[in-house]
Structures are given as C-alpha cells and as structure tokens.
C-alpha cells in the first residue's frame, strides 16, 4: 500500500466492516483479460459466499482458474472545493484476493446461502432441492484481505 497510514490494522475490525457490505465488486481472470462483476454476498470464517446461475462467464472463469479478487466500498463521500485540484473522496473501502470454488453439495450450497441471506437480513434455510440443484453458490477461501480507508487531511479519525 502506498500510503500505509491509510491501512486499517485492526483485521477484526476489517472483517467487521466486510460483514455489513450488501455488494462487491468481484474480478475474474478468463484466460485473455480480466472480468469484474458485482455480486450480492455473504462473508463467514475467512471466506466469501456468492451465487449465480451454473453457466455463464463468471462461472467459466472460475471453473477455469479459480483466481478471485474483490473490493466493496464501505463508504464513500465526495469532498468539493473550489478549485479541481482541491477535490477528493473520503471513504473505507476492503479489498482481497483467493481462490473460488464452486459447491457442489447440497448442504454446503445451502449454508452458505444462509450466510449470504443472514448478511442482507433476510430469512435463511428451507431451500428446496431443485432451487439448490439449478443454483451455483460459490465459496472464496479469503488469502487476503486489507481495509483502506482515506482520511481528506490528517486530523481525520482514524478507523
């Protein structure tokens, strides 16, 4: 990092912050040229949850190398000034890197569907078998994972 005062330490505070993200910005390798989506997820026990349908690019890329890695902001604010140079942006942001690996059994598709849901606060378990059998739910074994966050001047708290 190249401002390392702006690295949030604290990787439980890290993962805390992690936990009450809704969305990430997932980036893929196909083979050719990097593929970034956003995605809905969960975040549990160092890994990241997410699901999508069984064909389609993402699910290429993955199956393909598995190498994963995402950031999601946790915040953000435009800060004005008079004049372009005066401009900047506060905000906390997390980004990590790891491996994807599609689920294949039914109940490990399904408590991590549980993740994702109780992370959104929504309702969890009770999936019926063809829902978990025509749904990919992906798990990325977090290898990394930093919390950056930008204070506009050094008075700013820091996280």
């Known amino acids: 990092m190249r401002h390392p005062q702006r690295e949030i330490k604290d990787t439980a505070k890290v ?4 936990k009450g993200c809704a969305t990430l910005q997932l980036g893929l390798w196909d083979g050719d040229r990097p593929y970034v989506v956003t ?3 969960g975040y549990a ?4 949850f997410f699901h999508g349908a069984l064909a389609g690019r993402k699910m290429d890329c993955i ?4 190498l994963a890695a995402f950031t999601t902001v946790v915040e953000s604010e435009l800060i004005r000034a008079e004049d372009g140079c005066g401009y900047t942006t506060h905000y906390t942001s997390i980004s990590g890197f790891g491996r994807a690996v599609v689920l294949e059994d039914p109940q490990a598709k399904a408590a991590a ?3 994702i849901l109780a992370q959104h606060q929504g309702p969890t378990g009770g999936y019926p078998e063809e829902v978990l059998r025509k ?3 992906v798990r990325i074994d977090v290898e990394e994972l930093v919390g950056k966050v930008n204070p506009a001047y050094p008075g700013d708290p820091q996280i």
């Open 135 to 137: 749904t990919a739910v």
């Open 113 to 115: 569907l549980d993740v």
């Open 45 to 48: 026990d160092n890994a990241v």
């Open 39 to 41: 995605v809905d997820f």
């Open 15 to 18: 993962r805390e912050l992690l």
């Open 63 to 66: 199956r393909a190398n598995g």
